[in-house]
């Protein structure tokens, strides 16, 4: 496995999670990490990334609730989620690649993901 999410959860409304995705491997260093979403029956999402030289990107629905960090000594990338609410109800993955700043929300410019976690956020 190289990249391993984990941390989801049921939570309430208004409740704050803390996602936490383990890299091995060479799927860490010098890549940009991301955090993407499925809610049921929808597409996948990109959520917030973090370049290698710590630059961020957040989706609007996001932004102000959501914090990105990446610990290039443990190789691990995190996702601090406060204010949660119903619509943020998704499997959340981990993946990381080299997209150009275009393409920073496209899945598919990402060539490594990790499982999924589930994240739900009751009314």
């Known amino acids: 496995v190289q990249l391993q999410a984990s941390g989801g959860g049921l939570v309430q409304t208004g409740g704050s999670l803390r996602l936490t995705c383990a890299a091995s491997g060479n799927t860490f260093s010098g890549r940009t990490m991301g955090w993407f979403r499925q809610p049921p029956g929808k597409e996948r999402e990109l959520v917030a990334a973090?370049?290698?030289?710590?630059?961020?990107y957040f989706a609007d629905s996001v932004k102000g609730r959501f914090t990105i960090s990446r610990d290039s000594a443990k190789n691990m990338l995190y996702l601090q989620m406060v204010s949660l609410r119903p619509e943020d109800t998704a499997v959340y993955f981990c993946?990381?690649?080299?997209?150009?700043?275009?393409?920073?929300?496209?899945?598919?410019?990402?060539?490594?993901w990790g499982q999924g976690t589930l994240v739900t956020v009751s009314s």
């Open positions: 993946a990381s690649g080299f997209p150009i700043t275009s393409s920073m929300a496209r899945p598919e410019a990402y060539s490594t």
């Open positions: 973090v370049k290698s030289g710590g630059s961020t």
